[in-house]
């Protein structure tokens, strides 16, 4: 490659170290009140949480599968049977994710899920899942009498009608709840290397891998409920490119999981841009109407029972209206939203994005079809602040930029993003 191209990585990650700099002074040295969860001097923008240095019982632990994966990582993943491959990378992530989130103990992993606004008390609550889904726009608005806490009120009603299947089979304490939040996550590297292999970019797998593995966006996955969108939209796209590759018969668990998506988190009919890369690339369009169709027969599913998804939207964009996202200025966050998803991936990503062009087809949709979602659901203003978990279930395709890094870059590229994971655990405090 000529000079140029050698520069572009080095424009891309300062640009990208630059954008989180600027979204974290900002609001520091000109007092500018964004709203982020915890209001200024305590909080500290873009995150929802605060400085927090600290060190835990998962600090070790952490260093040590770092250094594995730093150092072992790149070698296994070219080595290893894809099988075994798939199942390494699984327990990897599995490790990472656990001894991320117990640097603050096993708080670190329950105490998310365990509070007030989120899906897990609310659903201890729910005894008759009928009656549950028939008042459930009803109590959406901020205004109506016993309205739904936040993340209930703030999504379709099936994240929560998961935690109340947890419930039901003696998963729903705080603890056990997010273990299986976290197990589940743990699956989102081995369906990413299983939708590369399905597309004939087994090598492009296994060179992102350990990038995979070692994301930072491990400090939501262990401890957000997005963590299992994460994974329902990472199977739903391993299928989508199994049904366009092998058999059109993975058109229905494909469209099954794809769309559940709809009834977990209203913003996720974007998703739709990355099952679309999935069929572009894999030059076959014959999975679209079988898939689509099962998809749509989700949500109306419950239409039966009383919930209407058009209906639901609705009132939910009233409701985010009425509350914070009214005093969030998009003059910041329109920007520092897109700081948060370089915080998230690692800006070793954007270093790849500076030379997208060398992205085999694969990746190169993947990673075009992840921005695409992500900016619309930044220009829509409906995703003021908060991105870092909400924007999950794209950010393991936008990591797929690494690929297009020189090939010296690699090593250090893999050191920088275990530095950046383990330095933002033991500073910021994320607030989920």
Not at 142 to 166: C, E, I, K, R
Not at 259 to 278: D, I, K, N, P
Not at 327 to 349: C, E, H, I, K, N
């Amino acid at each position: 490659m000529g000079s140029s191209s050698g520069v572009a990585p080095w424009l891309g990650l300062a640009a990208g170290l630059v954008l989180v700099a600027a979204a974290i002074l900002a609001p520091l040295l000109t007092g500018w009140e964004v709203h982020s969860r915890f209001s200024a001097p305590e909080g500290f923008p873009p995150w929802q949480g605060w400085l927090d240095p600290r060190v835990g019982p998962g600090t070790l632990p952490a260093l040590v599968i770092a250094a594995l994966v730093v150092t072992r990582g790149a070698s296994l993943a070219q080595r290893l049977p894809f099988a075994r491959l798939a199942v390494a990378t699984f327990l990897a992530s599995l490790a990472w994710l656990v001894s991320l989130a117990t640097i603050d103990g096993t708080s670190g992993i329950s105490g998310v899920l365990g509070e007030p606004n989120e899906y897990l008390e609310t659903a201890r609550s729910v005894h008759d899942v009928p009656v549950f889904l028939g008042e459930f726009v009803d109590r959406v608005p901020l205004d109506a009498a016993d309205n739904w806490p936040v993340h209930v009120s703030g999504h379709p009603p099936g994240m929560t009608l998961f935690f109340v299947f947890l419930a039901r089979i003696g998963l729903g304490g705080d603890l056990a709840a997010g273990l299986v939040v976290t197990v589940l996550a743990a699956t989102i590297v081995p369906a990413v290397l299983v939708t590369l292999r399905a597309l004939d970019a087994d090598e492009v797998g296994r060179r992102a891998a350990p990038y995979l593995v070692l994301t930072p966006a491990a400090l939501l996955l262990a401890v957000s409920a997005d963590a299992v969108m994460a994974a329902v939209a990472a199977w739903g796209l391993a299928a989508l490119a199994l049904a366009a590759s092998r058999s059109l018969w993975w058109s229905v668990p494909s469209g099954l999981l794809l769309g559940s998506l709809v009834l977990l988190s209203y913003g996720l009919g974007l998703f739709g841009c990355l099952a679309l890369a999935v069929l572009f690339t894999a030059r076959s369009w014959r999975p679209l109407l079988p898939t689509a169709l099962v998809a749509l027969a989700v949500p109306l599913s419950l239409a039966p029972f009383g919930y209407w998804w058009p209906e639901g939207f609705t009132v939910l964009r009233e409701r985010y209206w009425d509350g914070v996202a009214s005093l969030r200025p998009a003059s910041y966050w329109l920007w520092a939203d897109l700081a948060l998803v370089v915080a998230t991936v690692g800006p070793w990503a954007t270093a790849g994005l500076a030379r997208l062009r060398d992205l085999p087809r694969a990746p190169l949709a993947l990673v075009v079809g992840a921005l695409a979602a992500m900016v619309v659901a930044d220009l829509s203003l409906m995703s003021k602040a908060e991105v870092e978990r909400i924007w999950l279930p794209f950010m393991p395709w936008l990591t797929l930029a690494v690929v297009a890094l020189p090939k010296r870059w690699r090593g250090p590229a893999l050191v920088g993003q275990a530095c950046w994971t383990l330095l933002l655990a033991h500073l910021v405090n994320t607030g989920w």
